[in-house]
């Protein structure tokens, strides 16, 4: 225990703050505003705020600076060229000077005691326990106060995000952080840019490894008003490579919960050939990525839905 103590105390010198809330933004200046003013409400006071621009061309590189003219606390801007989310996610967790990464997006808020209320619910995780655990998550309303999807089964709950998503049905928008040295440990490719990848794809691959404490507080308040600009897209091949990759991920790295989502599995099989046909991955290759004989099998009944659905799409783009 006391070298288990001492170790964590040592890790803990790598940082300057305790939280890096991380915001990944793209012409955003007119919804930036509430983040800043969440921000600036917090209880806590122990964190940077680290903004990676992702290569808007509005005035959002001013507004920052105004904000930090204000120095109501450390404000670090990064302006990169358009890459996408996941490749801002990638600078952002490199460059944070905060133990724990905390991501908010920049057209949402949250309620003033949420990084106190986080803090408190991490460090009632016994010292020795908490190298298995990647972080806490709690709940969202939406900004009329109504919950987004549906409570966790208990509070607080100890699992990993796999189970809470199959054996609890848990849904709907949930927010939290995750330790920056495991989010470096499992970065995104970034052979694809400027489309959309799912974050699952490694939030996933984490919860194979490391637990999160779940817990029913509502800290994030996620707003509706805005349609999301990660994902928009009127031709729905446009995110081909991104949707692919995660609908593989999953046929390869998740079919052991099978049995508690048969449905969701057979419909991430359907939508897998939709996308690679819009890639124009032939009917070999797309059986020979999947490496699981259920998955396998999944596919080749999906393939005759995926083929069609994919038709209907480019109907649809003429």
């Not at 919804?31 to 209880?43: D, F, H, M, N, W």
Request: with cysteine.
């Amino acid at each position: 225990m006391i070298i288990q103590d001492q170790q964590a105390l040592e890790s803990n010198k790598n940082y300057q703050y305790i939280f890096t809330v991380f915001t990944a933004t793209y012409n955003r200046a007119y919804t930036l505003p509430r983040v800043y003013e969440s921000l600036k409400a917090q209880t806590y006071r122990d964190f940077e705020w680290l903004i990676v621009d992702d290569g808007s061309t509005d005035n959002t590189k001013e507004l920052v600076e105004q904000w930090q003219g204000e120095n109501q606390f450390l404000i670090r801007y990064i302006y990169q060229q358009n890459g996408g989310l996941h490749i801002a996610l990638n600078r952002g967790a490199r460059e944070a000077r905060g133990e724990l990464f905390l991501q908010l997006d920049s057209d949402d808020s949250c309620v003033p005691e949420a990084l106190e209320r986080l803090k408190y619910y991490w460090d009632v995780i016994p010292l020795d326990k908490r190298e298995n655990f990647t972080g806490v998550t709690g709940l969202c309303n939406d900004q009329h106060g109504k919950l987004v999807g549906s409570l966790f089964p208990c509070h607080p709950i100890d699992a990993d995000v796999l189970e809470i998503r199959y054996r609890f049905k848990v849904t709907g928008e949930k927010w939290g952080f995750n330790r920056t040295d495991i989010l470096r440990k499992f970065p995104y490719g970034e052979e694809i840019r400027g489309g959309y990848i799912s974050q699952n794809v490694i939030w996933n691959k984490i919860a194979r490894q490391y637990q999160t404490r779940f817990v029913n507080e509502v800290l994030r308040i996620y707003w509706t008003d805005q349609p999301s600009i990660m994902r928009k897209a009127s031709n729905p091949g446009k995110n081909a490579l991104g949707e692919r990759l995660s609908l593989l991920t999953i046929l390869n790295e998740e079919i052991d919960w099978l049995k508690f989502a048969p449905i969701h599995f057979l419909r991430t099989a359907i939508h897998y050939s939709r996308f690679s046909f819009h890639l124009n991955i032939a009917i070999t290759e797309q059986v020979s990525n999947i490496n699981t004989v259920i998955g396998k099998f999944l596919w080749l009944l999906a393939l005759p839905l995926g083929y069609i659905l994919y038709l209907k799409d480019k109907n649809f783009t003429k």
